[in-house]
């Protein structure tokens, strides 16, 4: 992992652990190219875990926007899933 990264969620770590009481419920947002391996890559990573996930297409249907509200216990628990998902292709975490 490169330092930016590592400061970006050292960053977000500090803010989880000021801003919630674990465990706490947690809004992921990402965008993907509009691919259905890549959804359902994004989905199989919030299984098991009681996620409520919506998908959107986006107006020309290249990208899809993914939110995905769920419990997590810890700020690291959310941070291990942005990392989890990270390796997606394409995938914009925001």
């Known amino acids: ?3 930016k990264t590592e ?3 050292g960053r977000l ?3 989880l652990n000021n801003t919630s009481a674990w465990p706490s419920e947690y809004l992921y947002k990402f965008i ?3 691919d259905a391996k890549k959804i359902e890559e994004i989905e199989n990573a919030f299984d098991n875990l009681g996620a409520v996930i919506q998908t959107t ?3 020309t249907a ?3 926007s993914i939110s995905i509200n ?3 216990e810890s700020p690291e628990s959310v941070i291990e899933k942005y990392i989890e998902v990270s390796n997606i292709e ?3 975490s925001l």
């Open 13 to 15: 770590r500090e803010e």
């Open 32 to 34: 993907v190219p509009t």
């Open 7 to 9: 400061e970006f969620y």
């Open 70 to 72: 769920v419990t997590m």
């Open 90 to 92: 394409g995938i914009i």
């Open 57 to 59: 297409q986006s107006k």
């Open 62 to 64: 290249k990208y899809t």
């Open 1 to 3: 992992m490169d330092k």
